[in-house]
């Protein structure tokens, strides 16, 4: 099984920056792909950035040049650097990995809130 836990979100001004983490823990050698997800109150959760095993990236639109997700196998932890944030990025942020037999596993989440 793996495990994973986010931190790293809070409150930020519009413009501001914040450095999410995601540790995994557990059977972390069946991890390939990493990712992170997002969701606003009343909205569904979306996929934005994630991260293949060999560090490949790719990103939505909407945060494009803004974050950016690497990742750490020695430490077995993804980041997300988020700049020039905006109000639309508040939400409920999750980490998601994608194992070698095909699974997902999510974390439990960490609030991001940009205020104007």
């Known amino acids: 099984q793996v495990q994973l836990v986010e931190s790293g979100g809070g409150l930020v001004q519009a413009g501001g920056s914040l450095r999410l983490s995601c540790a995994a823990s557990g059977s972390i050698f069946s991890i390939n792909d990493l990712g992170w997800f997002r969701q606003a109150p009343g909205k569904q959760r979306d996929l934005f950035a994630t991260i293949t095993k060999g560090g490949s990236t790719s990103y939505a639109d909407s945060v494009k040049g803004r974050f950016t997700i690497s990742r750490d196998n020695a430490k077995n932890t993804v980041y997300l650097q988020m700049n020039s944030l905006k109000p639309e990025d508040t939400a409920l942020y999750y980490c998601?990995?994608?194992?070698?037999?095909?699974?997902?596993?999510w974390g439990r989440g960490t609030q991001v809130t940009v205020s104007s």
């Open positions: 998601n990995a994608k194992t070698c037999s095909g699974s997902e596993k």
